[in-house]
């Protein structure tokens, strides 16, 4: 079984300490967790860091192994980031930009293997009617659905993912969400992702940590993180919990505290 802990991690800028002994509980393969709290936060800061884009003193430990002493290569086998602005569109399709990330992900498996890894990720985000298309020609939420193709078909066991709903119209969102947590168990990667939305994570996540100023002010099952009151604290907000008719949970926002 895959586990994952980061932390304690600090992280100054300059004089400015951003992250202030920031910690994941044990995560586990197979689960999703979500980094939630209002903007500047932390939230990019710590998946940054977790990624290796930006140093922070601490341990990031994957089963046993502490990926914040690994080089870029080493730490790409097992670890796959995806940012939330994404590269200038290139002169590639669809099918090769994915197909790359795939080799620079130091998974090497003969060609027929890697364009069957490609189209089974691309029909999973229901977008396999893009794999010919120039990524020059995508939409910004097209581009940001090729992202996260580009995450899942390098296996990996560690995903991070900054903010992937933003582009997104609401029936995508579904649908990332919906292929993550599938993806997720599948190939019992542990997840950790930003999102924006409170109510997002409370639907669809098994547990969250809620940031403010660069520390964690709770961290748990989702819905013991996504509460009236740790939403006031967090975000200055008067929240109240529903039930959906399906059941689930939803976040209503009454006005500011």
């Known amino acids: 079984m895959t586990e994952f802990q980061a932390g304690p991690l600090s992280l100054s800028f300059g004089r400015k300490q951003v992250l202030h002994e920031v910690r994941t509980e044990v995560l586990r393969g197979g689960t999703m967790t979500a980094l939630l709290g209002p903007n500047g936060s932390g939230k990019s800061t710590f998946l940054r860091a977790v990624a290796g884009v930006i140093r922070a003193n601490g341990p990031i430990m994957l089963d046993g192994m502490n990926l914040a002493r690994m080089s870029v290569q080493e730490k790409a086998r097992y670890c ?56 020059g020609e995508l939409s910004g939420g097209q581009r940001q659905m090729i992202g996260l193709a580009q995450a899942l078909v390098r296996s990996p066991k560690l995903l991070l993912l900054d903010e992937p709903l933003s582009a997104l119209d609401p029936r995508y969102q579904f649908i990332v969400m919906d292929a993550l947590k599938r993806e997720t168990v599948l190939r019992n990667m542990v997840t950790l992702v930003v999102l924006h939305d409170p109510a997002v994570a409370l639907r669809q996540v098994d547990s969250a940590m809620m940031l403010r100023t660069g520390r964690v002010i709770a961290s748990g099952v989702v819905e013991d993180i996504v509460t009236p009151e740790i939403m006031a604290e967090a975000y200055g907000v008067r929240a109240r919990i529903e039930r959906g008719s399906d059941g689930a949970a939803m976040v209503s926002v009454e006005g500011v505290v």
């Open 80 to 135: 796959a980031y995806m940012p939330q602005l994404l590269p200038p569109p290139v002169r590639m399709s669809v099918v090769e930009v994915v197909l790359l990330s795939l080799r620079l992900g130091g998974n090497y498996v003969g060609a027929s293997a890697a364009m069957e890894r490609v189209d089974a990720v691309l029909a999973s985000l229901g977008i396999m009617h893009l794999a010919d298309a120039m990524m």
